[in-house]
């Protein structure tokens, strides 16, 4: 049998971005269109198989709305991974994951994992696959969905050396891959 271990994984991010959905898409590979904000956090866990050993998550999933933040060092003190998660159709909440990539930097394991992710891309889908058409901008002007470039966010993951996906827990696409990426990223041992 491959080796196995455990690896502690926190999300983080402004209220609504998608992170129980990410958690829900991950561990049973389902969506709900009307998913009712986490209280406090909840707790899952998943597996994921790599080629020579098997990581298991065991996933903090925290609550975004402003009067759950004072929770969040309990849940992301020790972990060695982390997700921060912000919405490509809200602008704000870049800004918000910024703050919370910060906070993990200041505070968190020395090595922790993180990955900063925009989710929600199948909101922009039918705007990005219209190459070749005449358009006002680059698709984050106001009058398109999308508020955060692909270029934006991956600019801000690259300066701090940190992992980047853009993700639809709606449609599934590259839920996998960053888990994965992730897991790959834990050193072994
Ligand atoms: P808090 O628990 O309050 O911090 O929110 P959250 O970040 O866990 O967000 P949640 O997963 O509850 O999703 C908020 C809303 O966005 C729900 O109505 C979801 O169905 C919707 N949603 C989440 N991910 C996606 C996505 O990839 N695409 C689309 N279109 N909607 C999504
Ligand atoms: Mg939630």
């Not at 590979?29 to 986490?38: L, V």
């Not at 866990?45 to 975004?64: N, V």
Request: negative net charge; aromatic residues 8%.
């Amino acid at each position: 049998p491959k080796p196995s271990s455990s690896v502690k994984l926190v999300l983080l991010g402004e209220a609504a971005v998608g992170k129980s959905s990410l958690v829900l898409r991950f561990v049973n590979d389902a969506f709900e269109p009307n998913k009712e904000p986490t209280i406090g956090a909840a707790f899952l866990t998943q597996k994921c198989a790599l080629p020579t050993r098997t990581i298991k998550f065991e996933i903090w999933d925290t609550a975004g709305q402003e009067r759950f933040a004072s929770l969040a060092p309990m849940y992301y003190r020790n972990a060695q991974s982390a997700l921060v998660v912000y919405d490509i159709t809200k602008a704000s909440s870049l800004v918000k994951a910024k703050h919370w990539v910060a906070e993990l930097q200041r505070q968190a394991s020395p090595g922790i994992v993180i990955a900063v992710v925009g989710n929600k891309v199948d909101l922009a889908e039918e705007e990005d696959g219209a190459e070749g058409e005449v358009t006002e901008g680059e698709g984050e002007d106001e009058g398109s969905v999308r508020k955060v470039s692909t270029k934006e966010g991956k600019a801000f993951a690259e300066e701090e050396g940190l992992l980047f996906f853009e993700t639809s827990a709606k449609s599934g696409k590259n839920v996998n891959e960053v888990f994965t990426a992730i897991a790959n990223a834990i050193p072994e041992g």
